[in-house]
């Protein structure tokens, strides 16, 4: 392969190949659960279908369409909502993958494991192409954006590839204070950030339980954090740092809303949880949309 057929490889949109399904319950709802993956077409984005609802409604991945950030992202649209979708949507950028249809038969993707790795190892076994004459859609800053609140901090430079700086920060002797950097590539992706678990810790599973979250959840899709141990189940910690791993997990995810290829940022991140990953997402998103209305970069970055 010339370099220039690598390059022009490396900058076309993508989606699958095959359909490919996964079943499971749901981690919040704990509802039973279906998930499809089907090939779309370019320029058609990240979207999730309600096949449970009449007239199958799609509601996009997009940052416009997050109604709520509590403990997960969900997305909705009119009626039709999605619960949880960071870890799928963390998978298909993990991956490269610009376009994609992802059918549920329930208002939350399966936990799986509570990890990214079943949905990027389906993603995978279902073939990537790309689209040769539809190139990526790239997130370009021009200079530094940067968000805080209640002592969480985010930083985003341009840069030459994708980068994540990840600071967890948490008043708990077994996880005081973890980081991980990570630098985007797929290999690099499935074996370090993509089987790192969600987690809680064991004083909030009750009121988690309580107001309706964590329904699904269980020591089989996720690590609880007790006061002076770790409950895992049998495999125990993939990781030893495996909890700042998964927060660049969701980073990931919650980014994707973007909808853009996020090759060409570095970011460092401090305390980061769902609502604040989806006001930094907003505040990215504002910087490239008010780059390329610039005419000079307009031409380039369409
Ligand atoms: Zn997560």
């Given at each position: 392969m010339s370099d220039r057929t690598s390059r022009a490889k490396v900058l076309a949109q993508t989606t699958i190949v095959e359909e490919r399904s996964l079943e499971g319950i749901g981690l919040h709802t704990g509802c039973k659960t279906k998930l499809t993956f089907r090939p779309a077409p370019a320029n058609s984005g990240i979207r999730f279908f309600r096949t449970d609802l009449p007239g199958t409604p799609m509601i996009p991945a997009r940052l416009g369409f997050v109604v709520a950030t509590v403990r997960g992202t969900n997305l909705g649209l009119h009626e039709a909502k999605v619960h949880t979708v960071e870890h799928v949507l963390s998978a298909a950028t993990g991956l490269g993958i610009d376009n994609l249809d992802i059918l549920v038969t329930a208002n939350e993707p399966p936990?799986?494991?509570?990890?990214?790795l079943p949905f990027f190892q389906t993603l995978l076994q279902a073939g990537l192409k790309t689209f040769p004459e539809a190139p990526k859609r790239r997130l370009t800053i021009a200079e530094e954006v940067t968000y805080e609140d209640k002592g969480s901090t985010y930083r985003a430079v341009p840069c030459g590839h994708f980068e994540i700086d990840a600071t967890l920060i948490h008043d708990h002797p077994l996880v005081p204070r973890l980081s991980f950097n990570f630098r985007m590539d797929s290999g690099g992706y499935a074996a370090q950030v993509a089987p790192a678990r969600t987690f809680c810790f064991e004083h909030e599973v009750q009121f988690l339980k309580s107001q309706g979250l964590a329904q699904g959840g269980s020591l089989e899709n996720a690590v609880v954090i007790g006061r002076d141990r770790f409950h895992t189940n049998a495999e125990g910690l993939r990781f030893p740092d495996e909890f700042v791993r998964h927060k660049i997990l969701d980073l990931i995810g919650d980014l994707t809303l973007i909808g853009r290829s996020l090759f060409g940022v570095k970011i460092e991140a401090v305390r980061c949880g769902h609502a604040h990953n989806i006001e930094f997402a907003k505040r990215l998103n504002a910087a490239a949309t008010k780059l390329r209305r610039q005419p000079a970069v307009a031409a380039e970055q369409r």
């Open positions: 936990a799986m494991d509570g990890s990214a």
